[in-house]
């Protein structure tokens, strides 16, 4: 009897082949394209099964043992992976195809995975992930920039595209992820985004890879997702400009630039900073960025995340000074350095007037006893939920708590969470000493994680 090992079991082909054919298409679908391929020498019905497969995925280093292949092999083993996907797109004929990854370390005048990138995007594909690590791509089939099927797009990565088609137009597109991928000037707000008006999602991950877009617009953009570290980026482009007048939810790490030139951000309601000072290495000269248009940019959200190190650059480079945060309902609140602590917190509490929760990461560590001033906190505030994490029971930190629930009348909820190596018998102690703490708010609870 036939045995197929599918992850951790094995299933006898008998077993198997008594499942409907949509059971077992489905159950294919869970491997990879490679292992699903090798189903097809067990019967003539597991190569029908197989073409019916309607997402695949082809990976270079599936071919590729690094330790154990000499530079002799490389071209033989380049050429069993051309041959498997050519086989493999050839076996599927013209069935529709609804998703594509392709993986591939690419070498001069490989116009092969053009051919197939064209391939799939004649199937109809409305999900391509194409990971090509070669640095002298330039561009992509034309057909990619006009598909009107495609829904989901990953580029990537560390290339460069010289130029977008101006004829570009992706009408269903509503997620674009671009791995280290530069353009040329405005290419890609000008043409590639223009050429998107159902685009919802776009990521933009530009960790230590030279090019991140000056330039972010876009009228259907709802998520917007920058990551960015690259030192030469933040001399060679001292700006960036934000105008997405839709866009819900924004997440932004990067060295924090000269200037914001425009932040169009009205229908923001959640956001997470996450800036950055450029490190002394990298400036020839005092480099001072200016935040002032970002943070008047997000003033709407009802939800705000703040870094450690987004703290400490609002706390220095917000030069305009903070806008009222009027519809701030949620904050979380990452830093405890002194200017920090003293001066941001109580300017953010005093800016948010309808501020509801707080979550901060640590207290202010005070050396000696005397030294001790709780934080300036608006009579006027609302705050009705208060979470403090890595509270570890010093003596100032109980002050801390004990300033908060005697300033925050309306407080309903202090959730406070324990360092996960602390032992039980201090955890009882602390959860104790919280517990005898006088309070403002009559309904008080609290909460030990």
């Known amino acids: 009897m036939f045995q197929v090992q599918l992850g951790m079991s094995s299933v006898s082909m008998t077993s198997l082949n008594c499942l409907p054919d949509e059971l077992l298409v489905q159950i294919l679908s869970f491997l990879p394209t490679k292992r699903a391929a090798s189903t097809s020498v067990l019967a003539k019905r597991w190569r029908t099964l197989f073409v019916i497969r309607q997402n695949l995925d082809f990976d270079d280093s599936d071919f590729l043992n690094w330790e154990d292949v000499g530079e002799d092999d490389m071209d033989e083993i380049r050429e069993s992976f051309k041959d498997f996907v050519d086989r493999t797109l050839d076996l599927q004929g013209p069935q529709p195809i609804n998703k594509v990854s392709l993986k591939c370390g690419e ?25 090509l ?19 989901k797009l990953i580029l990537g990565k560390e290339f460069s595209i010289d130029c977008v088609p101006s004829n570009t137009f992706l009408p269903v597109l509503k997620i674009l992820f671009l791995r280290s991928v ?4 405005t ?19 530009h960790k230590y890879f030279f090019g991140t877009p000056e330039i972010i617009s876009s009228k259907s953009l709802k998520r917007l997702s920058i990551i960015s570290k690259c030192a030469e980026d933040v001399h060679l482009f001292e700006f960036i400009s934000f105008d997405a007048p839709n866009l819900v939810d924004l997440f932004y790490a990067d060295y924090a630039r000269h200037k914001y030139c425009r ?15 450029l490190e002394p290495e990298h400036c020839d000269e005092p480099f001072e960025p200016n935040v002032t248009v970002l943070m008047n940019g997000v003033r709407n959200v009802k939800m705000l995340q703040l870094t450690f190190s987004a703290t ?11 806008p009222v945060f009027k519809n701030l309902l949620d904050l979380v609140f990452y830093g405890y350095k002194e200017r920090v602590w003293k001066e941001l917190l109580p300017l953010m509490l005093e800016n948010s007037p309808n501020l509801k929760r707080l979550m901060l990461s640590a207290l202010y560590p005070c050396t000696y006893e005397h030294e001790f001033d709780g934080i300036r906190i608006p009579q006027t505030n609302k705050v009705n939920f208060l979470g403090i994490m890595y509270y ?12 908060f629930l005697l300033k925050m009348e309306q407080l309903q909820v202090l959730k406070v969470h324990f360092p996960k190596t602390l032992v039980d018998s201090k955890r009882v102690q602390l959860i104790e000493d919280l517990l005898k703490l006088p309070r403002a708010s009559s309904t008080l609870t609290m909460q030990f994680v």
Do not use: Y
């Not at 890609?188 to 776009?202: H, I, K, N, R, T």
């Not at 570890?392 to 300033?403: A, I, R, Y």
């Open 182 to 185: 530069w353009f040329m000037g």
């Open 392 to 403: 570890q029971g010093t003596e100032n930190e109980l002050k801390h708590v004990s300033h």
């Open 312 to 322: 400490e650059v609002l706390s220095e480079c917000c030069k305009g000074g903070l």
């Open 263 to 277: 932040c169009n951000l009205d229908s923001l309601v959640k956001a997470t900073l996450d800036l950055h000072f």
């Open 107 to 131: 070498e001069p005048g490989e116009d092969h995975v053009d051919d197939w990138i064209i391939n799939t995007l004649d199937r109809g594909v409305s999900e391509l992930h194409l990971c």
């Open 133 to 151: 690590t070669f640095h002298r791509r330039t561009h992509f089939p034309s057909n990619l920039f006009v598909s009107k099927t495609l829904v």
């Open 187 to 205: 290419e890609l707000s000008d043409v590639l985004l223009a050429g998107c008006p159902a685009l919802e999602d776009l990521t933009i991950h």
